[in-house]
């Protein structure tokens, strides 16, 4: 069994294998959260928002992506599985806790020049690496697929937040 940072490595290399290990380890889901934590605290500290920012990063960091591997799930398993495909929530947090690895470059963000360029290319790895994710995850033969349901699940993702930043700004009587 690969270490934990093997695996995050394994992981942001987009290894195949390290996502089969990750989904069939149960014991992994605070590896997953740990994952998601530093990439979250790297976001963080590169946005320069203080300990605040980091801590309310941080916990919308976890919160979204536990709706987003939920919703994936649900999307993934129930609206659009392929035959083979059997799964549990648990598997799905543990890969798509994994594809975040590459977010941790993101403390390297305030380098000035560089900082808007690494942004892009991190978003970008970490959703690749996501599609990587939820196809092993739920055992889809078609990347096709597995990009739909990704895509899917961030939109819904997209229109809750939209929908529960708009509830607190009317409750905070902020709007």
């Known amino acids: 069994m690969a270490t934990f940072v093997q695996r995050m490595v394994g992981a942001a290399k987009l290894d195949v294998h390290t996502y089969e290990e990750v989904e069939a380890d149960t014991t992994a889901l605070g590896q997953s959260l740990g994952v998601v934590v530093l990439s979250s605290l790297a976001a963080g500290v590169s946005a320069g928002h203080g300990v605040r920012g980091l801590v309310v990063g941080s916990v919308a960091a976890l919160l979204g992506w536990f709706v987003w591997a939920f919703v994936t799930y649900f999307i993934g398993t129930k609206l659009l599985p ?24 993101r403390v390297f963000g305030f380098v000035p020049m560089l900082g808007w360029l690494l942004g892009i290319i991190t978003a970008v790895w970490m959703l690749v690496a996501m599609v990587v994710a939820v196809r092993q995850a739920l055992d889809y033969t078609s990347t096709g697929r597995a990009i739909g349901v990704c895509l899917i699940g961030w939109l819904a993702l997209v229109l809750i937040t939209m929908v529960l930043g708009g ?8 709007g």
């Open 82 to 105: 392929e035959p083979q495909t059997k799964s549990d929530v648990g598997e799905l947090l543990r890969t798509t806790g994994f594809a975040s690895s590459p977010g941790i470059l």
């Open 167 to 174: 509830m607190t700004v009317g409750a905070l009587g902020m």
